[in-house]
């Protein structure tokens, strides 16, 4: 342990007085249930009780801010500690974060390949599905032909659509996958709102919560963003659509 994360509590803590720490507000109690009191019996029929009613706020607010400054100085110490704490464990748990934020984007690097290998593969296993469905419905009839490569056809894109690195699962328990995390970047809300509001008139928005948008929440917005990319739309007058993957570990 290095001299900086030591801490002498005796140069902090008023040791001795925590010892035999009490609170004891019975004085200040007393007088604000009395001040209370003259506030709750008060009359306002004239200038001088008007007058005296501000002098009965400014009593009161001298006696709130002496309690305020009281609980300060008492509480002081103990808050000094406490930052004293945080600082030490937070620094540690900062390290810790530094590890997935240091080794993810090689593993998404990776993956990225990774996934473009394996669509490949992906893709030329599907043609070569679509082949031989091709080839062995040309004995059949033109309704088996189409039956043979309705089958094929979903069968190739299924294999497209799987392609790519999947769950894996790691020696000490961990479970890692890929994630898309879709969000809106709002350039010119003006714009942006004008163009949205075309979009849902043209039903080319799905049911989305449209207050969520227009609040600009990032939950209504994130969603905006999928079911907009999904259509191969990327932008729109005052924002924009992206996408990232991230990783999920669990």
Do not use: C
Not at 13 to 22: E, I, R
Not at 57 to 69: F, L, Q
């Amino acid at each position: 342990m290095t001299e900086d994360t030591k801490v002498n509590p005796l140069t902090i803590l008023p040791v001795k007085s925590v010892d035999t720490l009490s609170v004891d507000l019975t004085k200040e109690t007393d007088i604000a249930t009395e001040l209370l009191a003259q506030a709750g019996r008060a009359e306002i029929t004239d200038a001088e009780l008007f007058a005296s009613g501000g002098d009965l706020i400014k009593i009161a607010a001298t006696h709130g801010n002496r309690v305020e400054d009281a609980r300060k100085k008492l509480k002081a110490p103990f808050l000094a500690v406490g930052k004293f704490i945080d600082a030490q464990y937070n620094s540690v748990k900062s390290d810790y974060a530094k590890v997935r934020t240091t080794i993810e984007p090689k593993m998404l690097a990776w993956k990225r390949t990774e996934d473009e290998r394996l669509r490949k593969i992906a893709l030329a296993e599907a043609k070569a599905i679509e082949d031989a469905a091709l080839e062995a419905a040309q004995a059949s009839s033109e309704e088996e032909q189409d039956e043979v490569m309705d089958v094929a056809a979903e069968a190739a894109e299924k294999t497209v659509e799987t392609a790519g690195v999947g769950r894996t699962y790691g020696n000490f328990g961990s479970t890692t996958s890929g994630r898309k995390v879709y969000s809106t970047e709002v350039a010119n809300t003006l714009l942006f709102l004008g163009a949205l509001i075309d979009h849902v008139r043209d039903g080319n928005v799905r049911k989305i919560r449209i207050d969520d948008i227009v609040e600009l929440r990032k939950g209504g917005l994130n969603k905006l963003a999928q079911d907009m990319l999904d259509k191969g739309v990327k932008r729109m007058p005052g924002a924009q659509f992206l996408v990232e993957e991230k990783l999920r570990v669990g």
